[in-house]
């Protein structure tokens, strides 16, 4: 149980408006899953399955995982609707420190780095969209960070807005690919298959699978500015996840009926094989565009969620002071939105985010794992707190889902163990960091 002070998380003059409802919400959440993943990972996925039917079912079983933890993540936004989301819950059930340590990893590495990582994917698919390669893609990359900051700046109306646009472009774009695939067919048959995957063999595959699948915990972090998020807030995570989980099996799908699975296991860009095979070049650019509109959508909602974090842990005093500022017209976190843009750029121009979020794929599920386990203390310590939402069966659910990702968490850190010692050591060395701030904030 914490046994430091609750420090409110926003000022007391300025609060968060809530300006949004279910359908903005489920946006967020479509939005913050789909990224570049289901455009590149099925052939990554391919190459570790023996066959078409395996492809689908290690899909098919991380989105049930998935949607698990939205149910989860559900309880949690419906007890606590406010900014901050899993550092909010861990911060409650189990202490300032741990909080702080799961906001150190989003800052430094987790949010940040994937914000600097998705934009240049998204310079270098715009570019391969209209026929230009750029000769280095971290001006470009820097530029759109900084542009979705200045929209994000003038509050969650101009985010959500740009949002619900990305997100509908990119369902579009999906649609297309999944028509496109499911109309023309004409894969080769397929081989006599090999023997089917072992158990231990599949729960080295889901890591992929649920790192594409991983996301919808974004909602959570704007759960202070959704209206009526007792009721909206389950509702966006239960739609949105059963939105993507369809997305990503019919897309599948229209992989295995173009390319065949050895055809998908071959291939370096599945989605624009596919639209080449069908459409020719011009297939292959309409594709490229959709995936850039895609990954700045998921740049959109990092921006968005993270700075909300921020934002909270300047509040507590564990982060720069200012960083807890809200805008007085906007009610945006202005400061956290400009402290977490100058971190994302350097990171972008540096070019160092391919290793850190390679270091900190093991910390990022541990620590998803951490908040979906508040869920047994709440239960325990807040027994009495009427809840709109509960998680069903539980605690079966979570019990599910904590087995699972330790066990996937387990297999990766076997079979990377130096990334995995990397993603530690840069976990652990938020612990000084987070001492000095509380000794500065004392002072």
Same mark, same amino acid.
Request: charged share 10%.
């Given at each position: ?30 939005? *913050? ?28 079983? *991380? %989105?049930?995982i998935a949607l ?81 900051? %200045? ?29 496109? *695939? ?92 596919l639209m080449r ?17 895609? !990954? ?64 900190? !794929? ?45 066990w996937v968490v ?34």
């Amino acid at each position: 149980m914490n046994s430091e002070p609750a420090i409110p998380a926003a000022s007391a003059l300025v609060t968060y408006a809530r300006r949004l409802g279910v359908w903005d919400a489920s946006m967020i959440v479509v939005g *913050g899953v789909i990224g570049s993943g289901i455009f590149l990972t099925p052939a990554a996925i391919a190459r570790q399955t023996t066959s078409g039917a395996e492809q689908l079912l290690a899909w098919a079983i *991380g %989105g049930v995982i998935a949607l698990i933890g939205a149910l989860c993540y559900a309880e949690l936004g419906s007890r606590r609707p406010t900014a901050g989301g899993g550092y909010v819950y861990l911060r409650e059930a189990f202490g300032l420190i741990v909080a702080f340590v799961y906001g150190w990893n989003l800052l430094v590495v987790n949010h940040s780095g994937a914000i600097a990582a998705v934009a240049t994917v998204f310079v270098n698919y715009a570019g391969a969209a209209i026929g230009v390669t750029p000769a280095d893609p971290r001006p470009y990359a820097v530029g759109a960070i900084v542009f979705l900051t %200045g929209i994000n700046w003038f509050g969650i109306r101009a985010g959500a807005l740009t949002q619900n646009i990305l997100t509908v472009l990119k369902l579009i774009a999906i649609s297309a690919l999944i028509v496109v *695939g499911l109309v023309a067919r004409g894969a080769p048959p397929p081989v006599a298959s090999t023997a089917p995957m072992s158990p231990f063999a599949l729960i080295g595959v889901l890591m992929p699978v649920l790192f594409s699948y991983g996301g919808w915990y974004y909602v959570n972090d704007i759960a202070g500015e959704i209206r009526e998020p007792h009721r909206n807030l389950p509702r966006a995570l239960i739609f949105g996840m059963l939105l993507v989980a369809a997305c990503y099996l019919l897309a599948n799908m229209a992989y295995l009926a173009v390319l065949g699975h050895d055809g998908l296991a071959a291939s370096q860009a599945p989605a624009a094989d596919l639209m080449r095979h069908v459409l020719g070049e011009p297939g292959a650019r309409l594709i490229a565009a959709g995936i850039a509109i895609s !990954t700045l959508g998921f740049c959109n909602i990092s921006v968005i969620g993270a700075a909300r974090v921020f934002q909270v842990m300047g509040a507590d005093g564990v982060f720069f002071r200012s960083a807890g500022y809200l805008h007085p017209r906007w009610r945006s976190p202005n400061v956290a939105l400009a402290l977490l843009a100058v971190w994302s750029c350097g990171l972008a121009l540096t070019g160092t985010f391919d290793q850190l979020l390679n270091y900190s !794929t093991v910390g990022d599920w541990l620590g998803m794992a951490a908040v979906i386990a508040t869920l047994f203390w709440y239960h325990r310590a807040r027994a009495a707190e009427v809840v709109p939402f509960k998680v069903p069966l539980y605690p079966l659910l979570p019990l599910v889902f904590l087995v699972v990702v330790l066990w996937v968490v387990a297999v990766t850190a076997w079979s990377n163990p130096r990334d995995a010692g990397m993603g530690v050591l840069i976990t652990l060395a938020g612990l000084p960091v987070y001492w000095f701030w509380r000794w500065r904030s004392r002072a």
